[in-house]
């Protein structure tokens, strides 16, 4: 028998803390790392040193600082600016908390500068304003930026095929076993790489995909909230607006009130 995807977990950020600044001191050595941290160069280049290996990052790349790690950073230029958003990513299950990192050690990759520094620049916005719309946005911007640095890593093909039937299915029910066999793999390494790809579990994924639909429909003020819940696959208005503030702290009304 096919077994639904579920979960009892609860996946979330905390303790963001984002800005575009100029660096004032040069050299500096950081000891245990409180959160972990994507910076990007907007003009300048600075250089990691990490347990003996060096990463210098430039315009055009983006680095990812784990969490708890000891390094030490030389910024080069005279003229330079960086965008850097802070964060705890995590998992808590029964109350356990465990935090997620992407990479034990600095790990840079190449961007799209333009689209890297828009989402970083919402998680600034959000995060200092009052707004709701403003502070959802900045969380979805966090989640797309994580999203951004993970697509290219190698298993990003391989998990092609249940992204794409998770994009063409995520107002039905589905299952871990289909999308497993989709990309053929057992189960337990399909939820590995699914979430060393994209972040999420395939449960969070699904769910991100269908609060960002949710959210044009609720920006657009075409459909009532009732007509939301049903078009976006929910039983009843009930059951969509429960799953809407568990994911987004906020009801759809409230979050429409807020557009206002």
Request: charged fraction near 30%; glycine fraction near 4%; hydrophobic fraction near 30%.
């Amino acid at each position: 028998m096919d077994r639904m995807l579920k979960s009892t977990k609860e996946y979330a950020i905390s303790r963001v803390f984002a800005m575009r600044y100029t660096p004032v001191n040069k050299r500096v050595y950081i000891e245990d790392r409180p959160r972990s941290s994507f910076l990007l160069p907007i003009k300048g280049r600075i250089s990691y040193e990490c347990e003996g290996d060096y990463i210098d990052v430039s315009a055009g790349e983006i680095v990812y600082l784990p969490k708890t790690i000891n390094y030490r950073y030389t910024v080069y230029d005279c003229e330079c600016e960086f965008m850097q958003v802070e964060f705890d990513y995590f998992e808590e299950e029964n109350g356990m908390r465990e935090y997620i990192l992407f990479s034990q050690t600095p790990t840079k990759k190449t961007t799209n500068v333009n689209q890297a520094s828009k989402l970083i620049q919402n998680i600034i916005d959000g995060y200092n304003s009052q707004n709701h719309y403003l502070k959802i946005k900045a969380n979805a911007s966090l989640m797309e930026l994580i999203s951004l640095f993970l697509k290219d890593t190698n298993y990003g093909t391989k998990i092609e095929p249940a992204l794409r039937y998770i994009e063409e299915h995520k107002f039905r029910k589905i299952y871990i076993n289909n999308l497993s066999e989709l990309c053929k793999m057992s189960e337990s390494h399909f939820r590995k790489i699914f979430r060393e790809t994209t972040g999420y579990s395939p449960v969070e994924y699904k769910s991100r995909l269908i609060i960002e639909c949710v959210l044009q429909l609720l920006e657009n003020n075409e459909y009532n909230i009732s007509e939301i819940a049903s078009l976006t696959g929910f039983d009843d208005v009930y059951s969509f607006s429960k799953f809407f503030k568990r994911k987004m702290g906020y009801s759809p009304s409230e979050f429409r009130k807020s557009r206002i």
